[in-house]
């Protein structure tokens, strides 16, 4: 590693061009190669690093970004089928790796995933931003110092009105939505939820449940906005995805975790977070928290009041403001890869919480296929969830070995 | 039936005797019988009458009140296991019968409700008040008037931190969390939304798959507030409950309901209702309405405003403060039973549905005993579901048959 980090950027629609803007503002960091194998995309990338002052070198094909030979560290941003092939690649050419959240197709390609890492020593993190919301990492600020007591249930989801987005035919959603039905995009709300659960050190994911609503949403949603979309047709086939896909995951400790997959519906945005101990409780619907002893009877803090106090260290004096993107997390998640490879330890999403993550979108899917029958969660650390392992050693730590 | 309807009421702890207030304040009725097998609760409940200026017969046994020939509806609160056999007892009797909310212990004692009402032709009613709170019933009134669009999704729970209650060895709660481990109070959440989704008028539950988390809220509770209680000694079984249930119900029309059971921890209380259809959602946690292209993206129209334009007909001009007992609920229930007796007319919530939603509890218990195994719902109406049924014909009525 020279002055700066040389990073590569694959994927270029729009979530990777709008995080070319973060991932140039971590300090100590250059975009020396971007990728896309649509060259209108690829132009779109460069230009933006253009207008930035940066000179990128532009490739339609991600290998020979390997074959550069001067790559520290990649962040693969392209579709969620072709995340984990790539990844792979470059995970095999000991680059440092990130992945943009999505769910798995297969046990396989988590497990391969795992091997490669195993095999390679490549650090991997999965980028997902929630971790390092501001209510995620108070409840975690929180949990941590004991506030909640012993943690026994947690729900979440991905509760967001993606209509416009499932029906447009170029969009990914669309046909992911269209032909899988599941829970498709767990990790926003289960991944927070998880380092709570202290998933893969000291705890695992042993079953899942989950079941599927119709799919009614989208057609509903076309037949009176877009009465020309061929999928308004009453006649065509309809999505596969139900609206809405609720799951119950069963943890080695016994606590459960409650999630929804909620995007084709009219609503506003919610992660839906709660988090319940013995001795508190944290509910972002409620929008407050509940501490045993501490506040009145039926009383919620509101959580404005609660970030004064119990803002994470990583949200004190930090304004989002400076770094756009889902009002500061993107940030914080790229920097936090970013930091790993600056000081070539290991990242804070690592590649078993990737592979275990990942894997919740095609278990649910079997349940979903299986009526609801409970799918048995595989242990993609083989038992090292039942010992200490080292820890990311930087701030953006998300992780104790305290529950042992 | 004479000037007014008589009245008997069965089991006088302390909601029968809570209730006596509001049960006497019914128009054109009078309690001449009360009965509890203890003495002292028997002394009490009379005494609460005399101050209202009723003299009540008393009785130990609640078959001599049935000898007496002359009671027109009786209201059976007693503990959960002896509802069923008491209420079977007045219906073979002819007597108006309705039951305090609870859950059953075997689909057999469903059953065998189901199959007295059919041969004795005498109808019973389940008293599940929050079926008539202002936020169900503003909701009932926004769907009927097709504001969601078509419902797909709703979420409800009892959450309310019942610790004291469950430690308490002379409540009944104590007992039944302690020995059974499942959604034993689904009722609350589960018949109001049910009511929603034409549960029994084309529609019906066909499955369930339920979990727990493990029980630590109320031993934590007893060892930092009642360390002499003989339960806070870790040494000790605990309760079997698990401090939160959770469960998935699937619906014929593919439907689902995700229900609650959340009393062992410390939090605010909510019953969490939440109803999405294709064009709108109301979540009581996030205090709003959201309707599609009538309200701004990611708005929640505030409760209070949605009550002023679409409270339900019985709660317009509806004045709770003036009947005491959960807000109004209590009296709009007590009273719809007492309308369905005095107009010899079918009750609102009818014994298919008391055993529909009674089964949960029984249905969860095996569920979560199997790990989450979804079960099979039974179809208490046989067939009937399937059909137009003659409504309640009252200003109380909760159904529709325009679902046919």
């Not at 002052?53 to 991600?62: K, N, R, S, V």
């Not at 072709?82 to 990130?98: L, P, Q, S, V």
């Not at 803002?311 to 993107?330: E, F, K, V």
């Not at 039942?386 to 305290?402: A, G, Q, S, V």
């Amino acid at each position: 590693m020279g002055d700066y980090l040389r990073a590569a950027v694959i994927g270029l629609g729009s979530r990777g061009c709008g995080l070319l803007t973060t991932i140039h503002s971590i300090h100590d960091l250059k975009i020396v190669a971007v990728c896309d194998i649509m060259e209108d995309r690829l132009q779109k990338g460069i230009k933006i690093l253009n207008d930035l002052g940066d000179t990128p070198d532009g490739y339609l094909d991600y290998r020979r970004i390997i074959d550069r030979g001067d790559i520290d560290l990649v962040y693969v941003i392209t579709n969620w089928i072709t995340h984990w092939e790539i990844c792979i690649d470059f995970m095999k050419a000991g680059i440092y790796t990130a992945a943009e959240v999505c769910g798995a197709t297969s046990l396989d390609e988590c497990w391969e995933l795992v091997h490669t890492y195993e095999r390679t020593g490549t650090p991997m993190m999965l980028l997902e931003n929630c971790c390092y919301g501001r209510t995620e990492l108070a409840a975690l600020n929180m949990l941590r110092q004991g506030l909640f007591g012993r943690v026994v249930y947690t729900e979440c989801g991905y509760c967001h009105d993606l209509r416009s987005h499932i029906c447009d035919m170029t969009h990914a959603r669309c046909n992911q939505n269209f032909m899988r039905n599941g829970d498709l995009y767990p990790t926003h709300g289960a991944l927070p939820m998880g380092k709570l659960l202290n998933i893969n050190r000291g705890n695992r994911f042993v079953s899942i449940a989950s079941m599927s609503t119709p799919a009614y949403g989208v057609q509903d949603y076309l037949q009176r906005n877009q009465p020309d979309h061929p999928l308004a047709d009453a006649r065509c086939k309809q999505y596969a995805c139900g609206d809405v896909t609720t799951s119950i995951l069963k943890c080695a400790g016994g606590e459960l975790m409650m999630i929804r997959h909620n995007i084709a519906l009219p609503r506003p945005y919610s992660r839906a977070n709660l988090v319940q101990g013995t001795q508190g409780v944290l509910s972002e619907d409620c929008k407050g928290v509940h501490l045993d002893g501490v506040h009145k009877h039926e009383e919620w803090e509101p959580l404005e009041e609660v970030y004064k106090k119990y803002d994470h260290p990583l949200w004190q004096n930090y304004d989002p403001s400076a770094n756009d993107g889902h009002g500061g997390m993107d940030y914080l998640v790229m920097d936090a890869f970013a930091e790993a490879a600056r000081t070539k330890t290991l990242p804070p999403i690592d590649v078993y919480d990737a592979a275990t993550y990942m894997a919740i979108t095609t278990l649910s899917e079997d349940s979903v296929a299986m009526g609801g029958m409970p799918q048995a969660f595989p242990d993609f650390t083989r038992g090292k969830w039942t010992m200490k392992r080292p820890l990311c050693p930087t701030k953006y730590n998300l992780d104790t070995d305290e529950v042992f």
